[in-house]
């Protein structure tokens, strides 16, 4: 069973930076794919990125373009997402989402076989 743990939110004033962390247990993130995705007050779940191929593969969407990282640390199997320039409608909780022994993405949550709790993100202006 993958279990995905999502850590590193908090409330932040607006212009300043957040790094969420997903760890990974119960498969390997190195053949994996895995996405951020977040749910704002009243909003659908909204896709935020993706990466595939260990790491070397990423993908943002629109809304968070040049403001934030997806990146991977396989020896610690763990999933990242640096945000930095933080709006207020980036507001909202932050989940990962994995897909185990795949080599692509979706911006479409129910590709995702495995999803973690959530971690609030709150912004302030």
């Known amino acids: 069973q993958v279990q995905l743990v999502e850590s590193g939110g908090g409330s932040v004033q607006a212009g300043r930076s957040l790094r969420l962390s997903c760890a990974v247990s119960?498969?390997?993130?190195?053949?994996?794919?895995m996405a951020w995705f977040r749910q704002g007050p009243g909003k659908e779940r909204e896709w935020v990125a993706a990466?595939?191929?260990?790491?070397?593969?990423?993908y943002y969407a629109d809304s968070v373009k040049g403001r934030a990282t997806i990146s991977q640390d396989n020896a610690e199997n763990t999933l990242y997402l640096q945000m930095n320039s933080l709006k207020p409608d980036d507001t909202a909780m932050y989940y990962c989402a994995f897909r185990p022994v795949s080599a692509g993405y979706s911006s479409g949550a129910t590709w995702y076989t495995y999803w973690g709790q959530g971690t609030q993100v709150t912004v302030s202006s």
């Open positions: 119960g498969s390997t993130c190195r053949d994996a794919s």
């Open positions: 990466t595939y191929g260990g790491g070397s593969r990423t």
